[in-house]
Structures are given as C-alpha cells and as structure tokens.
DNA sequence: CTTGAAAATTTCCCCCT
DNA sequence: AGGGGGAAATTTTCAAG
C-alpha cells in the first residue's frame, strides 16, 4: 500500500490501462518506447503492488434495463463507530448502492444508488433507511444525465 | 442502445466480468455451464451491442498519491442549454472530475473530484468554479472513507 | 453449442547493460 | 535493477460438425 515508485513509464501505461485494460502489451510498448515483455513486467507488478486493485468491465446501466440513478444523501442520528460500521456493512451487501462515501458536512453519507425503475427505488429506500432506526434524515437527487462516470486517477500528465 | 435480450447466462458472465474482467472464458464456462467458445462468443457480442461499454484497470488513487476525495454539489445561475452545455464540457476536460452528474433538487451538478492534496482542490475550485460566472455557488463535502467505490450495475440476482 | 486446430498474447528464462 | 529477445504455456479466435 506504500507508494511503490512509480516512473514515467509507469505513468503512461496506467494511463492507457485505466482507459482499456485490454491493450496489449506491445501496442503499449511501441507507444512508449518498452518490448511487449517489459510492459507486461511491469503491468504485473503494479498489480502485485496494489496499484492496480482490480480490471473489471464497465456496464451499460440502460442496456440491462437499469434506467435511474439517483445521489443519495444521508444524516445518521447519532454518529457514532458502531453504527457507522453497521452501514458500511448494510451497503456493501446491497446491489443497489454503486459507491457510499463517508463524508464531512452536514450528511454522514453520500450514496450512489442505481435501480431499474422508482418502485425500486422506494424499496431500497425503505430497506436501507425507513427500516434503519439510526438514519435521522435523507435526502434524493435524481440524476437527469450522467454527464461522466468513471474511476480514473489523474497521472501527472493525464 | 436497444436491450439485446440478456438471458441468465449472459447475466451471470457480466456478473463476473463486472468483478473481473480478465476472468479466463473457460472458468466462467465451468461456474455456469457453458463451453469456453461459447462464453468468448457471448462476451464478444455483449462488447459489440455495448452491453459492455468497456474494460478498465482500477488504479488506487492512495498508490500514486491522490490522496483526497470531494463530493461537490454546484448551483448554476441559470438553468439553460448552453450553460449545462459548457459546463459539461469543462469538466469532461478536467482530470480532477472523476464523476459528473446532472441531477435534480437544490443542486444542478453533483460532481467527484480527486485531487492529490487541498492545495489542488482549491486550484480546482478556483478554475471550475470562480473562473466561471455562470456559477452561483457550491458545497464540498469530504470524503473521509471510500466505504465503496465502483460502477458495479445490479443483475437479477447479483 | 461443442469440439479441435490455428492464431494471438502473455509469461518465463537467460543474457545483456 | 531493469530491459531485450526468444521459447513455452495460456487464452482467444476460427472452422466444421
């Protein structure tokens, strides 16, 4: 989890990765000046090192008939560590919630939360905050276009 | 974008594919019944129909020093096209905006931002926000814990 | 859809700097 | 330590049943 030393070369092949993880090694290789083997080298080590947590395939939400989004901000009533981690673990386990940031501010938690329809989206309301005596408060943006959906980290340069 | 009729096992190829995209055809084959060639033809049809819009490395923004996370809500002055249209592209511009969304409520824009330190957040802030007349003010909240980060969409039964 | 062969890509080993 | 080149192993792609 230390900063493993990353160099230019480092850089520029997260780069392409964070866009396609499928480029081949030796399309990267000849974009940077790196053999096919030296790419793959290195791209196995930033996944060893952690830098690399994991390659996964982007879904269409709309092409599997998953048509809302929805940002979700909640207030708990008391804050404290007990009941902080009993949401982590309620979230983690619901499909529904994309991402769910701890925050500072007037809410505790700010969720991202994907559902087919708004039938759905009352159900996980009730489960996750009417059925949860420790949420003192929340409140729904709809989100009309998702105007840029991604994970990547700017690389200096990127 | 028409739906292209997912049966169960193409689900169950992108519920693993979601997770892991460099999951080998073979082993998905094993886990649901399904010949090596036959998962690597439904994946490449899932790939053309835009099912799967694309494959991602995941770079851990701690690991290269991007070590603080905001969830900003913005106010526009106005609501009009051009406006939306402008800002749009401002931040598709923008490395620092990991996300964007275009959302109803008090907010017009609800927007993630990864900065290396605060010093960045505020030259985000001052070129996004103030630089830009069209906006009439903004919230930042930071994110203390990622509790959880990705753009994982719910597949019956996912 | 499956099997089996061909093509492509990744991985490993050794030598070099 | 880190890179280059080539061989071996794995994975994907293609053709035929």
């Given at each position: 989890m230390p900063d493993a030393t990353l160099d230019s070369l480092d850089q520029a092949i997260l780069r392409r990765l964070q866009v396609?993880?499928?480029?081949i090694a030796e399309s990267i290789g000849a974009q940077i000046g790196l053999s096919a083997a030296a790419v793959q080298r290195r791209i196995k080590r930033l996944r060893e090192t952690g830098v690399i947590t994991k390659e996964v395939a982007v879904v269409d939400p709309k092409a599997v008939g998953v048509n809302m989004s929805f940002v979700v901000s909640v207030e708990m009533e008391r804050e404290r560590i007990e009941v902080i981690e009993a949401f982590r673990k309620q979230v983690l386990d619901?499909?529904?919630?994309q991402q769910c940031y701890y925050v500072t501010?007037?809410?505790d938690f700010v969720l991202m939360v994907v559902c087919r329809d708004m039938a759905e989206f009352e159900a996980f309301t009730r489960r996750a905050?009417?059925?949860?005596?420790?949420?003192?408060h929340f409140t729904t943006s709809v989100v009309m276009d998702r105007m840029k959906v991604g994970l990547t980290v700017p690389l200096n340069g990127g």
């Open positions: 396609d993880c499928r480029a619901d499909p529904a919630v501010g007037s809410a905050f009417f059925d949860n005596g420790e949420v003192r």
